[in-house]
Structure formats: C-alpha cells, structure tokens
C-alpha cells in the first residue's frame, strides 16, 4: 500500500474511533438523564420527601451530565457523524442546563438545525426558552408559563402562553421550523396536561412578574 494511502487509512480508522467513543458516551448520557427524569411522569403520587429526593438526584446527574456534554462541546466542539440519539443527546442536556449555558451554545444549537444534524423545533425551542428566561417576547410561542387572571371576576393562577413578538405572523413563523398552527399546538397541549392553556393577546411579559 502506498505511503500516502496507509495515512488516510489511518486517519479514517482514528476518526471512526473516534465517533464510535463519542456515540456511546453521549448515548449513556442521553440514557441517563431520561432514566432520572422517570419519576416526574408518576409525581402527583409522591410525597414531598419523595420529590426531593428525586429531584436532588436529578440534579446530581445533570451536573455530571453538563461536564460531559460541554467539556467535549469546549474542547472539540460539535463532534460529526454522530448518531441520532447522540446527537439528540448533546441537545437536551443543553436543554436542561440554566440561563448561562443555554445562552451560549444556542448559536451552536442554530447551526447544527441549519444542517439538519438537529430538528428546527429544537432551536425554536431552545430560542424561545432563552428569550422568556431573559424577560423578553418569543418568537415561536413554544413557552408557556403561569400567570395571574382574571377569571369569573376573580384572581386566579392561569397557564398562559408566554407573550410573542409577532403575534399576526406567529403561524408562519412556526410554519419555518416545522410547528403546527398555534391553537391547533394549545389544543393538544391542554389535552395532554389537563388544564386549559390560554393565550392572551393583551398580556405584556411584566404580567408574568
């Protein structure tokens, strides 16, 4: 075999290396923060105690998490060829991290949308998160928060759909990352939490204060 052809072989055969350690450490990473999110889909039947105790460990594994995931993000940056569930696992351990890390990778998170590593729903997201955290409009109306109302002629908490910046435009903006129509979205959700989710034109961010 030629010189040159040996490198590129070598080359090739350190990069699939490579991958292949970054799949299955970002693949655990995903397992794991699933497995310590499992409790929230049973938490109207724990106990106070109960809910701390997961609540701690959850936190405990997204910190070990959050070292993984960002030490490789700082050190190599977004690694390629990943796998779907790796990729899917970068992502939602950003997801899950506060203001600060949010804030920085989500340029990263646009990018790897724009390239179709990542879905366009997952930046919509993770954009309107960073925005309502900042105090300010989201642009897909992905956020929902609870609010004081107004509702029979008294004050009641109400989940209530963050404000937005475009509200006439808001389906069509939707419509580029690949989300349904915004009632249609409100629908689904009330029906799938259990309480009416409303959106109020007229509420302004300091409503939510």
């Known amino acids: 075999m ?25 693949e655990d990473v995903y397992d794991n923060d699933q497995a310590a999110r499992e409790w929230t889909k049973g938490m109207s039947s724990l106990s106070a105690d109960e809910i701390v105790q997961y609540s701690t460990e959850m936190e405990r594994v997204d910190s070990l998490n959050q ?8 050190k190599e940056g977004w690694p390629s060829h990943l796998s779907d569930k790796a990729n899917r696992a970068i992502w939602i351990v950003i997801d899950h991290s506060d203001l600060a890390y949010r804030s920085k990778y989500l340029g990263l998170v646009k990018e790897k949308a724009e390239e179709g590593v990542l879905d366009k729903t997952d930046y919509a997201i993770l954009n309107d998160r960073v925005l309502m955290e900042e105090g300010k409009p989201q642009i897909y109306g992905t956020q929902i928060k609870m609010a004081a109302t107004i509702v029979e002629e008294e004050l009641a908490m109400q989940l209530c759909l963050w404000p937005v910046e475009y509200p006439a435009a808001l389906d069509s903006l939707r419509s580029t990352v690949g989300l349904s129509p915004i009632e249609e979205y409100l629908k689904t959700s009330s029906e799938s939490i259990g309480q009416e989710i409303v959106w109020d034109k007229e509420k302004t961010v300091a409503d939510f204060d």
């Not at 030629?2 to 970002?26: P, V």
């Not at 070292?67 to 700082?74: K, Q, R, S």
């Open 2 to 26: 030629h010189r040159y052809s040996r490198i590129l072989l070598f080359l090739f055969i350190a990069a699939l290396s490579s991958c292949n350690q970054y799949n299955r450490i970002l």
């Open 67 to 74: 070292a993984t995931v960002f030490g490789i993000l700082d």
